[in-house]
């Protein structure tokens, strides 16, 4: 979708296409981002007489934003080390696939813009910082600001800033530049990021925002006593600054209380208690349990996706704890915050990827420095370790020194053997790491996310292509206003690839609308009827992998349509009803007389003993089952 369509003459623009029958408004339901992004470039290759398609521009957004993580993060590593270090760290971030993921061409998602911004942002406060610019800072604020039209990952930089310095402040480190770079940052950062639509006063009433509001304001109190310790002695200021304390704590311990209970300020949401308790969002909010990107990251993933960078992480992070200027305390804190957050959700991996690069990049770099540099000469004092002369001594010994040439220390190592036997194994961990990243990209990261590769018995690689096919199906076979039922993950599919209209999509902004269309696929057929009926539904989409042994289905997904739709109506839905007595879950002939009377059982299992003859088994070969000859009859719905 162009620019253009986003924004109408009379405000934010309403699509009648998703949500049926509620509908949806656009600006308020999503960070407009990536789309002005596009736009933009679009409109700029336009005016420049490049004719070039916005699909195509979609598709290329990312791998071209990934470009320029590089460069961000080159320039990053720069600040914190040198150029040889940086030029490691855009190397690593180029091809570590736990960044490729979200950057190969036609991956049209936030995150393709998001990444680039978290760097960028984090470069320039790090610059301001340094400077003490409130030119660096206001940059800060406006990428930060680029940043909340993105993506909702904003609110780890808005977190992690003030974290960063409030550890500066525990450290003694206040300084005028500390108050200059922060003061300018949050001030204009706060203020763009409330233009967003979708944010709006957010900044200044949610939970998530107060620890940014409260280091401002504890940063002028310090600024402020700063001032007045230069003015007072120091039992004066000793009193002061005790009575000082006290009274804004109590004072701002109580009007956060106080806005709290009043409803001004919002507590924390269930994606920010989810983070911290990871059995929270099973229990109270499904729907995001029900994602497999929310789920918490497996051992092996780390390793998948940052491989050799795994054991030289930690090392990098000790370099940095071995200088510890105020960048390496900023690192040192995004590495611990970003790891642990990367830990308990597994598209948090993506925050991580950037800071293992860049603190991985400056342990090898340290590592190449000590074994590849030249031998140096280093003078040592005349004097050093010799005891004081005295009187006509001392007179004839600085006589001798005159003739005698300076003494040097050499420093380094002179061995070739030495230098090859450590410098030959890093470039051959590094050659493998590179092959590593390749074969990762090229089997998991490369397909369509409509169009699956996988291998069959003889390893040939076999196309899925049902996804594709289904809704071309849909275009061909129904009327533009048929309205369309399917779990949300395919919503936007449906509405881009079939044009039609659905009840839900994967903005997931209605929870109550998405337990309704759970409520239909868990229930029996009589009951799903009334819901479909009441929602003009003309079609009922459901995803089944038993015969080609996908197991991305909707048959793995059904537990978590259950738990949505009985969050919301707890009276029709009940998820143990539909386990055994032994509490399984199971699709065979132990099936509950709940399972196999549901709507998505039904439509799933329709026909499916057809395919394996009279007399052959109906094996499932996702769930390992073996599925009972007796036939499904339906008698609400049938088979387009």
């Not at 497999?292 to 050799?308: G, K, M, R, Y």
């Amino acid at each position: 979708v162009a620019i253009s369509s986003l924004f109408t003459d009379s405000g934010i623009r309403f699509d009648e296409q998703s949500w049926y029958p509620l509908g949806r408004v656009v600006g308020g339901t999503v960070y407009p981002g990536i789309m002005v992004t596009a736009g933009a470039i679009h409109w700029v290759l336009q005016q420049l007489n490049f004719p070039v398609d916005i699909r195509n521009i979609c598709v290329f957004l990312a791998p071209v934003f990934s470009a320029f993580t590089a460069i961000a993060c080159y320039m990053l590593t720069k600040e914190l080390k040198d150029s040889s270090a940086a030029l490691l760290a855009a190397a690593f971030i180029g091809i570590a696939p736990g960044y490729i993921s979200r950057s190969v061409a036609g991956s049209y998602d936030n995150e393709g813009i998001a990444i680039f911004l978290l760097m960028i942002t984090f470069y320039y406060w790090v610059k301001a910082l340094k400077q003490g610019s409130a030119l660096y800072g206001t940059v800060a604020a406006l990428f930060y600001f680029y940043m909340v039209s993105a993506w909702g990952g904003y609110v780890f930089i808005i977190n992690l800033i003030p974290l960063h310095v409030f550890a500066l402040l525990l450290m003694g480190r206040f300084s005028t530049r500390l108050y200059v770079s922060y003061s300018t940052f949050y001030v204009i950062g706060t203020l763009s990021s409330m233009q967003i639509p979708f944010v709006g006063f957010q900044p200044t009433r949610t939970s998530e925002h107060m620890a940014a509001l409260g280091m401002f304001g504890l940063l002028q109190i310090v600024a402020f006593v700063e001032l007045v310790r230069s003015h007072l002695s120091a039992n004066q200021f000793k009193l002061l600054f005790q009575g000082l304390i006290m009274a804004v704590f109590v004072v701002g311990f109580a009007a956060l209380v106080g806005l709290t209970l009043g409803g001004y300020i919002a507590p924390f949401t269930g994606r920010f208690y989810s983070l911290w308790d990871t059995g929270y969002a099973k229990k109270y909010i499904p729907i995001i349990a029900s994602v497999s990107e929310h789920q918490p990251t497996a051992w092996p993933s780390f390793f998948f996706d940052l491989q050799l960078l795994v054991p030289i992480f930690p090392a990098g992070i000790y370099f940095c704890f071995q200088e510890l200027r105020d960048e390496h305390v900023f690192i040192i804190l995004y590495a611990v915050t970003a790891s642990y957050f990367a830990g308990v959700m597994v598209r948090l991996m993506l925050t991580l990827t950037p800071v293992v690069c860049i603190a991985s990049a400056i342990a090898v770099s340290k590592l190449l420095d000590t074994y590849t540099q030249p031998v140096r000469e280093i003078p040592v004092p005349p004097s050093a370790g010799k005891p004081p002369f005295k009187g006509a001594e001392k007179e004839k010994e600085k006589e001798k020194e005159k003739d005698k040439k300076p003494e040097v220390e050499l420093q380094g190592i002179a061995s070739t053997d030495s230098k090859l036997m450590v410098v030959v194994p890093i470039g051959i961990l590094l050659c493998l790491f590179s092959w590593h990243c390749t074969w990762v990209t090229s089997n998991a990261y490369s397909s369509p996310s409509i169009v699956l590769a996988t291998r069959g018995p003889d390893g040939s690689q076999v196309i899925i292509d049902d996804f594709r096919e289904a809704y071309y199906w849909l275009r061909q076979n129904s009327d533009e206003k048929d309205k369309i039922m399917s779990w949300w993950d395919y919503g936007y599919q449906i509405t881009g690839m079939a044009n039609r209209t659905v009840l839900v999509d994967n903005n997931t902004w209605n929870n109550t609308h998405i337990a309704t269309v759970g409520k239909a696929m868990s229930s029996s057929e009589d009951v799903a009827y009334e819901v479909m009926r009441r929602h003009d539904v003309k079609f009922v989409l459901v995803i089944f992998g038993a015969a080609l042994g996908y197991s991305g289905d909707d048959i793995n997904k059904f537990l978590w349509m259950i738990r949505i739709g009985e969050g919301v109506y707890p009276n029709d839905i009940k998820e143990r009803n539909f386990f055994t007595e032994r509490g399984e879950y199971k699709v065979d002939d132990q099936a509950t007389p709940t399972m196999r009377n549901s709507l998505m059982y039904k439509c799933s299992y329709y026909r499916f003993i057809d395919l394996f003859g009279p007399n052959g088994k109906a094996v499932d070969r996702v769930r390992g089952a073996v599925i009972p000859r007796k036939p499904i009859k339906l008698h609400t719905v049938e088979e387009g």
